[in-house]
Each structure stands twice: as structure tokens, then as C-alpha cells.
């Protein structure tokens, strides 16, 4: 199937595909929904991760709390965003941290009107994508 | 016989719930954000809805990645707040019309819409901060003005229902309120946008442009609204943009002419464009 949508810069569309691949990293995460379950990650995070049975580079993200590995192994900002907010980080500083802008530049730009579209719709116009 | 008053277009952004639990709205930050939302509590006041059909979504609260249905119709009798990571916010538990709810399941199944029907369901900031920014603050122990009735919709995982397949539920949801023989006063919500992007490096998109043409386009040609395809809300609104796809419900729900009678339009709340606008049926 053509997708059409991997020409973005900067995005993960979270399809089928990657859904399918993130699947035991979002089950873990979304887990964190809970408070009694973020009690007992907070006791003993390996442990509590043994329950996942995701792969070695998804655990290894988690520990890192590296927040654009989770995306590009198949992690969804709906999911990975409840591990963030375990940690005590909101939606806006975690896209501050990765935007790599951190927290106090990437909220003066959105007080400032946000990310123009001029320049962000194709990977084309990105160098390093 | 119930019936579709005005339709309610509004961003669900957690944020401005955050904002209100914690009496933080008079901040210079938030003021311009609830300045606009003024009118449409006096508005919602006059109404004197019996119900609030609330199409909105779901972030992965009621629904986790193991069951993502693309359209699930709320018909238990109550639905609470849930705790989505940060406890879950002091409003109040959301009172079903069960009898309605269950009347327009039957009656869109048999219109070829096949909802899913959720019997038992958590509500989260999706479906709590439209309610809250439309009837203001309201105590957790004590009652939202109207009954509501949840439409959840997929648009987490790609694809989400497509623009036209949502305006012409719309149109069914409409034939099946339309047939309810209670007299009911009936307002339809479509949540969410407008453009933002949370996540990764393009995280922080916002479209102004983008996002007024899609409100007129809501307003004055339905129709062609309803045919924007996925690709442009992804790359012009930003990855989580697409939740305007919801609008649609509401928009396919209202006769073809309506009377605009407030738009709100702000950036940022917290990483979004927040977009706001009531509309009427003229008759």
C-alpha cells in the first residue's frame, strides 16, 4: 500500500504497521494510566517491565525516557505521553524535549503562533530528514 | 418528537481543563483562550438542552491498543471521568439519555453505520472539556445541565473514518433523532483540533490560515469539507489535526443552511490551535 504520508518531515503516522510493531511498548505504557500500577513501576521499573514482552531497543528507550526512539520503534505520543506524565512532563515540555528545542523555546514558540507550515510540509524541504 | 437544534464545533485541549480545575483562567496566558467561550456559555444557557450528543475521541483511556473500534457509541447509563496519568479531573460523572442512546444505535445499524456499543465506559479530557468549556464550572458532586450521549471515534490509529464517512453518519445520527418520539431538544458537538502536532520534530504546527478556511468551509459547503482528504489534514493540520474529521458528525447532523452565530479562534493552548464555533439551524 502506498503511503503517501511518509513524505511528512518530522512525523510519525502511527498506521497499522507501526501500531503493530509498537504494540507490547504502548500496552506497557498506557499501563501507566493507573495509579496503582505507577506505584509499583516507580518500586522496580525492570521488574515491572518484564510483564512487555517488547523488544530490546523498546526496553532500552524506556529506560533512557528517550522520548523520539519510543516514536521511531513503533510508539504512539498517546501512549509514550503516559510514561511522560509518570515522569511528571505534560504534552508541551515533551515536545519541547523532542523538538530538541527544550521546554523554554519551544513554549515561546507557540506563544509566539506555533511551527509555520511554510518550509514543514515535505521531507524535501528538510536537509536532514 | 426530539430534535437537532445547533451543532457546536470546539477543541478538546486537555490543557484547558487543566486550566480550569486549578482556577488558573484570569492568567494572561489562559484569559484570551475563555474570552471567547464567554458568549457560548450564555449560548448553551438559552438552549436548554435536554441532550448533548458529544462526538469526540478517545485517548487511549477507554480504549488501549488491544480494541480500537472506529465509531462506539456510549449507552451505558453513566460514564466517569477517568484518570488519564494525572488523576482524574473533579466534574461530574456523565449521565447518559440511556433510552435515547439506544434508539439511535438501532436505528443507524439498520442505516449501515456498524457502531460498536459500549455498555460500560470511562470518559476522558476528550469528551469532559467541551462540556466544561461550554456550561463553565460545575461541581464534581453535582450535576452537568444536560444529559449526553458519546460518539467516540478512532482517530488515533491511521486511518481514521474519512471526512465523508462521518457527515454522512451525521445525516443517520439526524434521521434517528429526527424519529425519537420524546420531545427533546437535541445539540451536537463535533470535538477536536485544531491544527497541532504532538509529537517528534514537527511537534508544534499550528496552520491559522489552514484552520479558518476549514471553518468556512464547515459553515458554507459541508460537502466539500467532508471530501478533504486524510493526506491534507496530516500535512497541512499537523498528525493529531485530523481529529477534525469529528466535525463532520456535527456538521452532516444540521440542515444544509445554517446561521453561524459565534466563532472563537486563539493560539496556543498548551501545543494547539484552539477552534470554536456554534451553529444553528435556521427552521
Not at chain 2, 457546536?8 to 485541549?13: E, K
Not at chain 2, 481529529?243 to 444540521?254: D, F, I, Q, S
Request: glycine share 8%; hydrophobic share 40%.
Amino acid at each position: 500500500m502506498e503511503k503517501d504520508y511518509e513524505d511528512i518531515p518530522g512525523t510519525f503516522v502511527f498506521d497499522a504497521d507501526r501500531s503493530r510493531e509498537g504494540y507490547h511498548l504502548n500496552q506497557f505504557c498506557i499501563s501507566l494510566r493507573k495509579q496503582e500500577n505507577r506505584a509499583t513501576f516507580k518500586v522496580n521499573e525492570d521488574t515491572y517491565l518484564d510483564q512487555y514482552p517488547m523488544t530490546y531497543e523498546q526496553r532500552a528507550a524506556v529506560k533512557d525516557r528517550n522520548w523520539n526512539r519510543l516514536l521511531e520503534l513503533g510508539g504512539n505520543i498517546y501512549y509514550t505521553s503516559k510514561l511522560a506524565a509518570n515522569d511528571g512532563i505534560n504534552f508541551q515540555n515533551l515536545a519541547g524535549l523532542m523538538t530538541g528545542m527544550g521546554v523554554e523555546a519551544y513554549r515561546e514558540m507557540m506563544v509566539n503562533g506555533g511551527r509555520s507550515i511554510d518550509g514543514n510540509r515535505s521531507k524535501s524541504e528538510w536537509r536532514d530528514e | 418528537m426530539a430534535r437537532i437544534t445547533a451543532g457546536v464545533g470546539c477543541s478538546h485541549v486537555p490543557a484547558i481543563g487543566v486550566a480550569m480545575d486549578t482556577g488558573i483562567t484570569d492568567q494572561p496566558y489562559w484569559q484570551p483562550v475563555f474570552e471567547g467561550f464567554k458568549k457560548s456559555r450564555e449560548w448553551m444557557k438559552e438552549q436548554k438542552a435536554d441532550v448533548v450528543f458529544l462526538v469526540y475521541n478517545d485517548h487511549c483511556t477507554a480504549f488501549d491498543a488491544s480494541c480500537i473500534p472506529t465509531f462506539a457509541l456510549g449507552c451505558a447509563a453513566e460514564f466517569k471521568p477517568a484518570d488519564e496519568g494525572w488523576g482524574a479531573r473533579p466534574v461530574p460523572v456523565v449521565k447518559n439519555h440511556q433510552k435515547l442512546a439506544s434508539h439511535i444505535a438501532q436505528s443507524v445499524i439498520l442505516d449501515e453505520f456498524d457502531l460498536t456499543i459500549m455498555n460500560e465506559m470511562e470518559v476522558d479530557h476528550g469528551l469532559t472539556v467541551p462540556l466544561s468549556v461550554m456550561f463553565g464550572d460545575v461541581p464534581e458532586d453535582g450535576d452537568w445541565p444536560a444529559l449526553v450521549i458519546p460518539l467516540c471515534v478512532n482517530v488515533v490509529q491511521y486511518p481514521a473514518p474519512t471526512g465523508n464517512r462521518c457527515y454522512n453518519l451525521g445525516k443517520a445520527i439526524r434521521r434517528a433523532i429526527d424519529s425519537f418520539d420524546e420531545d427533546l431538544n437535541v445539540v451536537i458537538f463535533g470535538t477536536g483540533g485544531m491544527s497541532h502536532q504532538l509529537q517528534y520534530k514537527r511537534a508544534g504546527l499550528i496552520n491559522a490560515e489552514w484552520d479558518a478556511r476549514f471553518m468556512d468551509m464547515v459553515v458554507n459547503d459541508p460537502i466539500a469539507a467532508s471530501q478533504i482528504p486524510h493526506l491534507e489534514y496530516l500535512r497541512e493540520a499537523g498528525s493529531e489535526g485530523v481529529e477534525m474529521v469529528m466535525w463532520h458528525v456535527m456538521r452532516g447532523a444540521l440542515d444544509e443552511d445554517v446561521t453561524e452565530v459565534h466563532r472563537h479562534y486563539h493560539v496556543p493552548a498548551s501545543n494547539t490551535a484552539v477552534g470554536h464555533i456554534i451553529l444553528e439551524n435556521k427552521a
